[in-house]
């Protein structure tokens, strides 16, 4: 699809998995015909930017000479760490391909709108229940299923319980319903009354509480994580260590340089998981302590909280000829020079341009490049009014004014955003006007 900066391909397999070779011949590919940068999305679909139209067919040639079976079709999700997490009731991929089957079989008469997702989610550490999707299936012991529609496991509708047999017999009905509304439909779109015709209602009220979290650094599945530093449990090979990327995305010769890594460890399996990152499985705690120290060598990220992870940006200059400045160095700098605006409040956007491809809705705050320097947008977007212009030489001041009078104006409780919205943009550009502008 076209972007601001060239075209963009994105794609995910069935299973969220790739092999170490497969990984690395999509970084190969990002470099050779795109900008060099992969990003994993916050669903765990890869993305390369930066493409051509003569550069698309040669991509595609590569991905699937590695062997990447892009997944087609209605998009059906399921846990990053199914069939290995031993904290799920099920293994959900078995009933994920029944739903693709099934549509793909039906697909002449179940015209459905391009965006439409399905969960299937045994449960366990990398469940999806917080994730929306137009209908759901979740497991709630060994043989059942809650099916439900629009939402999360906290606000979808509840249709019914169902034998996990039937599931997927069970989802054709409703996305057969869905389609009969119209070819844009949506899950959130169908009546009650509708469901409740195909549906015993009664069987409706579980309630699936939305637990999800990212996995990030070590865990040991099977587990409790309090346990993880268990001596006894350290031979064991069911250790996974969760990444994120930089800034959502990673350089091709970063990515590279983690598999080569963690190849000279034995390791073989990586996991695409939602919340831009990928997990390594099948560890054992050696190997665990080495590709962590590995991961953090080449950029990539382990930490829950790590502040960067409240800055989006774009390819900037390293990968876009519509920039204006390195995002990357502004975004180290911001985090460097003005920590204390980076509490989870907020997001920092760092836009190379006024184009915003990074994050095309509004922040509290926006640097967006200019001929001479930055546009700083206050709750808007890239391509909104810059309240103030900051020169090129000037941004690391502007920094440290920025996280001093956050620092200086919080009051106890609050957060970065209360603390901004409070002082409103004219307190902000009064305090990062500098001298003699
Ligand atoms: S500089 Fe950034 S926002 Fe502008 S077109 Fe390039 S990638 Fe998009």
Same mark, same amino acid.
């Given at each position: ?329 502004? /975004?180290? =700098?911001? !985090? %460097?020079?003005?920590? #204390?605006?980076?509490?989870? *409040?907020?997001? +920092?956007?760092?836009? &190379? ?49 920025? /996280?001093? =009078?956050? !620092? %200086?104006?919080?009051? #106890?409780?609050?957060?970065? *955003?209360?603390? +901004?919205?409070?002082? &409103? ?13």
């Amino acid at each position: 699809m076209p972007t601001g900066d060239g075209l963009l391909a994105r794609f995910r397999t069935d299973d969220c998995r790739l092999t170490l070779a497969q990984m690395r011949a999509v970084a190969q590919a990002a470099s050779a015909f795109g900008n060099g940068i992969i990003e994993i999305t916050a669903r765990g679909s890869l993305q390369i930017r930066g493409l051509r139209p003569a550069t698309v067919e040669p991509l595609e040639q590569a991905i699937l000479d590695a062997g990447i079976v892009p997944a087609s079709g209605v998009m059906v999700e399921v846990p990053a760490l199914a069939g290995i997490d031993p904290d799920a009731w099920i293994d959900p991929r078995p009933i994920a391909d029944d739903i693709r089957r099934l549509v793909a079989d039906s697909m002449a008469g179940l015209a459905l709108a391009p965006k439409l997702a399905v969960i299937v989610d045994g449960g366990g550490r990398a469940n999806l229940g917080a994730v929306t999707a137009d209908v759901r299936l979740t497991a709630i012991d060994r043989e059942r299923m809650m099916l439900a529609v629009g939402g999360t496991n906290r606000s979808a509708r509840g249709v019914a319980l169902v034998d996990w047999e039937k599931a997927a017999e069970a989802v054709l009905r409703v996305l057969r319903a869905i389609a009969a509304i119209g070819p844009a439909a949506r899950g959130r779109d169908i009546e009650p009354e509708t469901l409740d015709g195909l549906f015993d209602p009664t069987a409706a009220g579980v309630r699936i509480p939305a637990t999800a979290r990212p996995i990030l650094g070590f865990e040991q599945l099977g587990v409790p994580p309090s346990s993880a530093a268990d001596p006894s449990n350290l031979g064991h090979d069911n250790w996974v260590l969760g990444l994120a990327l930089p800034y959502r995305q990673a350089r091709a010769a970063d990515m590279i340089n983690l598999l080569d890594a963690v190849e000279m460890l034995g390791i073989s399996d990586i996991r695409l998981c939602r919340g831009h990152g990928l997990i390594l499985t099948g560890l054992h705690y050696g190997q665990l302590l080495r590709a962590e120290a590995a991961a953090r060598k080449f950029g990539f990220w382990t930490s829950e909280t790590e502040p960067r992870a409240n800055i989006a940006l774009c390819a900037g200059t390293m990968g876009c000829a519509s920039a204006h400045f390195d995002t990357r160095a502004a /975004a180290d =700098l911001a !985090a %460097g020079k003005a920590p #204390a605006i980076l509490d989870g *409040s907020i997001t +920092l956007h760092l836009s &190379g341009c006024p184009k915003g491809c990074a994050h095309p809705a509004a922040t509290a705050l926006t640097l967006a490049g200019a001929p001479s320097g930055y546009g700083l947008v206050v709750n808007g977007a890239a391509s909104g009014q810059p309240a103030l212009y900051i020169a090129t030489n000037d941004l690391e001041i502007a920094l440290v004014r920025l /996280a001093s =009078l956050v !620092a %200086g104006a919080k009051e #106890a409780g609050e957060t970065v *955003s209360d603390c +901004l919205g409070r002082l &409103g943009p004219a307190r902000l550009v009064a305090a990062l006007t500098l001298d003699g502008q």
